[in-house]
């Protein structure tokens, strides 16, 4: 057995139907986890929980609605024993410059991005303790890390996904339960395709803000949610890291330096 195998573990998927929570799904499902997906769009789940090996579970929800966080851990208990691993994906983007912004625009997002983010940990988490324990995978941005232009509201969702990251880690590591975040820089997803598509030289040019030079897919997400996920981080929590092939904390920036002796 190895430090990834997930074997009898039973993990808790949001936004699984396409993009990072699809390719997490498939990695902890191959690494021996029973998956429960969730996301809005019932067909989409089926699809994913067709190519899945382990008895997977569809449980859908809209988490945009009030309480619906709290339901949605409600009903994941109702349909299986209890969860080990929670992965927070569901989330949506919000590009606006402040002057564009209204109240309505930061409902939306915080209530998706942070709001029942917070409440489904919060239902899931006394089942993980019971089960002696457990790990928690937040999905970020390097938006929280970097200040990004004309995207405050959503900054301020992924900042707070990180603060909750680390306090919750205090609340429930002597519980066992640790917490860690991943912020994804550039990655190929729905996300970014009609932007992608429509904005010419967007491609080139954002890969040159990443040392790498080249956007990331959502596989070398999914690789880090094992990491986190399974025993391999066992003695890691309250961490966010940076899977973004060196773009939030690596200078690109092409400065020529006056010839130096040293
Ligand atoms: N792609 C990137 O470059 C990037 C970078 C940094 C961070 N991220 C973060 O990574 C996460 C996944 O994004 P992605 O790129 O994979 O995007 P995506 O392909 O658009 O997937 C988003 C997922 O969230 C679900 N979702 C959206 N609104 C929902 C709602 N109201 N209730 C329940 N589920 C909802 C979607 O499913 P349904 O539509 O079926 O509900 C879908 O499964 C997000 O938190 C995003 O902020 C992405």
């Known amino acids: 057995m190895t430090n990834t195998d997930l074997t009898g573990r039973i993990a808790v998927v949001t936004g699984a139907s396409r993009g990072i929570g699809e390719a997490s799904a498939r990695a902890l499902d191959a690494a021996g986890a029973r998956v429960v997906l969730s996301a809005r769009t019932v067909a989409d789940l089926e699809r994913v929980a067709a190519a899945?090996?382990?008895?997977p579970v569809i449980v859908?929800?809209?988490?945009?609605?009030?309480?619906?966080?709290?339901?949605?851990?409600?009903?994941?208990l109702a349909v299986v024993d209890g969860v080990d691993i929670l992965v927070n994906n569901a989330g949506i983007p919000m590009r606006r410059t402040p002057d564009q912004l209204t109240e309505d625009d930061v409902d939306?997002?915080?209530?998706?991005?942070?709001?029942?983010?917070?409440?489904?940990?919060?239902?899931?988490?006394?089942?993980?303790?019971?089960?002696?324990?457990?790990?928690?995978?937040?999905?970020?941005?390097?938006?929280?890390?970097?200040?990004?232009?004309?995207?405050?509201?959503?900054?301020?969702t992924k900042g707070a996904v990180d603060a909750m990251t680390r306090a919750l880690a205090?609340?429930?590591g002597p519980k066992g339960i640790r917490v860690n975040s991943?912020?994804?820089?550039?990655?190929?997803?729905?996300?970014?395709?009609?932007?992608?598509?429509?904005?010419?030289g967007l491609i080139e040019e954002l890969a040159q803000n990443v040392?790498?030079?080249?956007?990331?897919?959502?596989?070398?997400?999914?690789?880090?949610?094992?990491?986190?996920?399974?025993?391999?981080?066992?003695?890691?929590?309250?961490?966010?890291?940076?899977?973004?092939?060196?773009?939030?904390?690596?200078?690109?920036?092409?400065?020529k330096l006056p010839e130096l002796d040293n």
């Not at 899945?52 to 008895?55: F, P, R, S, V």
């Not at 991943?182 to 010419?200: D, Q």
Request: glycine residues 12%; without cysteine; charged residues 15%.
């Open 60 to 76: 859908p929800a809209d988490l945009a609605q009030p309480r619906s966080g709290s339901v949605l851990a409600e009903q994941i």
């Open 182 to 200: 991943i912020a994804p820089g550039i990655i190929t997803t729905a996300i970014w395709e009609e932007s992608r598509n429509t904005v010419p």
């Open 211 to 255: 040392a790498l030079k080249r956007w990331g897919d959502s596989d070398d997400i999914a690789d880090v949610v094992l990491f986190f996920a399974s025993d391999a981080s066992r003695y890691v929590t309250g961490e966010t890291l940076a899977v973004d092939g060196g773009m939030a904390r690596v200078s690109t920036a092409k400065v």
């Open 52 to 55: 899945l090996t382990n008895d």
């Open 170 to 172: 205090a609340d429930w």
């Open 108 to 156: 939306a997002v915080f209530s998706i991005n942070v709001r029942s983010l917070l409440m489904l940990t919060v239902g899931l988490g006394p089942s993980m303790a019971g089960r002696g324990g457990g790990s928690i995978v937040n999905i970020s941005s390097v938006a929280g890390l970097h200040g990004p232009l004309g995207r405050v509201a959503y900054a301020g």
